[in-house]
Antibody, heavy 121, light 108 residues
Framework: QVQLQESGPGLGKPSETLSLTCTVSGASISANYWSWIRQPPGKGLEWIGYIFYSGSTNYNPSLRSRVTMSVDTSRNQFSLKLSSVTAADTAVYYC???????????????WGQGTLVTVSS | EIVLTQSPGTLSLSPGERATLSCRAS???????LAWYQHKPGQAPRLLIY???SRATGIPDRFSGSGSGTDFTLTISRLEPEDFAVYYC?????????FGQGTKVEIK
């Protein structure tokens, strides 16, 4: 059973860089694409981007200038860095597997439990 | 960017009733690359449907997906108490991958 668990600070200050890590168990990180998705309080889901184990990435254009994702295959982890954060970046951040089957990819399964990150001075 | 519009915003139904949720795309979703998720408060979202109509592993057959192009539907044939939640559609046919704003299915 594949499980994902987010970790990182729950509080950040405006203009700082938010850093989160996702630890994957039950599957090799070298076998899939991995994504970050966020949900601001009371709002819908927003795709942040995905990374392949090779390091290739695809980011949401709305966040591209501030997002960096990386993979650590030795630890079976992948990470998110979001720079120059503001209160608008306050959200529950989920790490997820971007799944594939039959030659197509793009749905998200499974999801981590999510971690609330609050940006406040 | 493909915008997904879900309707209705809230669906008030009783257990045992049929739920029909709509997801309309601002442009055609290629190859029916559309998924549906169920989200309960305090829990991780759960994949229900991918490829517009393929049920994910372990999903009961009362959940079904249909549609193509710009119009997609999630149907819950008979609502169970555990089905009351928020449902999101998501397209992965073009980047950026986008979600609808959600439909809340609440107990009437």
């Amino acid at each position: 059973q594949v499980q994902l668990q987010e970790s990182g600070p729950g509080l950040g200050k405006p203009s700082e860089t938010l850093s989160l890590t996702c630890t994957v168990s039950g599957a090799s990180i070298s076998a899939n694409y991995w994504s970050w998705i966020r949900q601001p309080p009371g709002k819908g889901l927003e795709w942040i981007g995905y990374i392949f184990y090779s390091g290739s990435t695809n980011y949401n254009p709305s966040l591209r200038s501030r997002v960096t994702m990386s993979v650590d295959t030795s630890r079976n982890q992948f990470s998110l860095k979001l720079s120059s954060v503001t209160a608008a970046d306050t959200a529950v951040y989920y790490c997820v597997r971007r799944d594939c089957s039959g030659g197509s990819c793009g749905w998200f399964d499974p999801w981590g439990q999510g971690t609330l990150v609050t940006v406040s001075s | 960017e493909i915008v997904l519009t879900q309707s209705p915003g809230t669906l008030s139904l009783s257990p045992g009733e049929r739920a029909t949720l709509s997801c309309r795309a601002s442009q055609s979703v290629s190859s029916s690359y559309l998924a549906w998720y169920q989200h309960k408060p305090g829990q991780a979202p759960r994949l229900l449907i991918y490829g517009a109509s393929s049920r994910a592993t372990g999903i009961p057959d009362r959940f079904s997906g249909s549609g193509s192009g710009t119009d997609f539907t999630l149907t819950i044939s008979r609502l169970e108490p555990e089905d009351f939640a928020v449902y999101y559609c998501q397209q992965y046919g073009s980047s950026p991958e986008t979600f609808g704003q959600g439909t809340k299915v609440e107990i009437k």
